[in-house]
């Protein structure tokens, strides 16, 4: 074997050797063009007037950015919406009123529709409309049955929502006015609305005031009453004459450095065409 041979034969079983003893150079894995930096999940609970806006905005954000999961939801009210953005409990936080004076400048907010508030009864119930003065006057104990306002004779069971509901806040505003809201003694209080939906459904001389939402629409054990002559539905409260109507925000961190980036995103995707395309159609 002549000298050029040897060379080579040794070059090579050198280099196996080099090999087979881990001297290759390591793999290096580039990270995945697909992978998103807002990636995550995030904590999100509000006032429950808001939750089909907020659901069809969150699911539209979610499209574009399939690593990012929405967690909550919970019907916590509007008080508890802000107080748990403004704790950093929540990422972000929903709203069904607009901020009263001691929360304004303690979250920042962005509109994103509105809700209504409807006076709803059992379907079985033969009352399909009231006045305003008579839903008052159920309300607050000086009608008692139903019999004198064309219904089927039987008292009328009222239920409410909690006072810190904003539910609550709207019907009072339209039907009591500027005059103190007095119910009747035996008037029961009811949280959340998914609890009213159950509420009205089981009774059938039961009377409540209502967030507007699809469940809402879509029971087919509840009807939604007219008030003056104006239907409660979707096309009504759309086009705004329906007329116990309230703004819709999400509320986030006023303190940039407390806004994780994916909360930043959604909140720049808001403000943008798109977002505001999404909301348009709400």
């Known amino acids: 074997m002549n000298n050029t041979v040897k060379a080579f ?17 390591p793999v290096q894995i580039q990270p995945k ?17 808001a939750i089909d806006s907020v659901r069809a905005l969150t699911t539209a954000f979610t ?27 929540v990422d972000i936080g929903y709203i069904s009123r607009e901020l009263k004076a001691p929360e304004k400048g303690t979250v920042d907010s962005i509109a ?8 709803g009864v059992n379907a079985a119930n033969a009352v399909k409309a009231l006045t305003k003065d008579q839903v008052q006057k159920i309300f607050s104990g000086a009608i008692t049955d139903w019999k004198d306002i064309g219904g089927t004779p039987g008292k009328i069971r009222v239920l409410l929502r909690e ?3 904003a539910t609550r806040t709207a019907f009072e505003s339209y039907f009591f006015g500027s005059s103190k809201p007095s119910y009747a003694k035996d008037a029961i ?4 609305k998914d609890e009213t939906l159950k509420a009205i459904s089981s009774f059938k001389d039961a009377i409540g005031m ?6 809402t629409f879509a029971s087919a054990d509840v009807r939604l009453l007219t008030i003056d002559n104006v239907t409660a539905t979707r096309d009504t409260l759309g086009n705004g004459t329906y007329p116990i109507r309230r703004p819709l925000y999400f509320v986030y961190s006023t303190d940039t450095l407390k806004l994780k980036p994916a909360i930043k995103s959604f909140v720049d995707w808001l403000k943008g065409p798109d977002g505001q395309k999404v909301i348009a159609s709400l």
């Open 9 to 25: 034969v040794l070059g090579t079983v050198l280099a196996v050797m080099a090999a087979s003893c881990g001297g290759a150079s």
């Open 33 to 49: 063009a697909t992978d998103d930096p807002i990636a995550g999940t995030y904590v999100i609970k509000g006032g429950g007037g």
């Open 63 to 89: 499209k574009m950015h399939p690593t990012v999961v929405w967690q909550g939801f919970d019907d916590v009210g509007s008080d508890a919406g802000v107080k748990l953005t403004v704790d950093n409990q």
């Open 112 to 119: 994103i529709g509105a809700s209504g508030t409807g006076v």
């Open 163 to 165: 006072p810190e509901a």
């Open 189 to 192: 209080e009811v949280f959340q």
């Open 210 to 215: 209502m967030t507007m939402t699809a469940d």
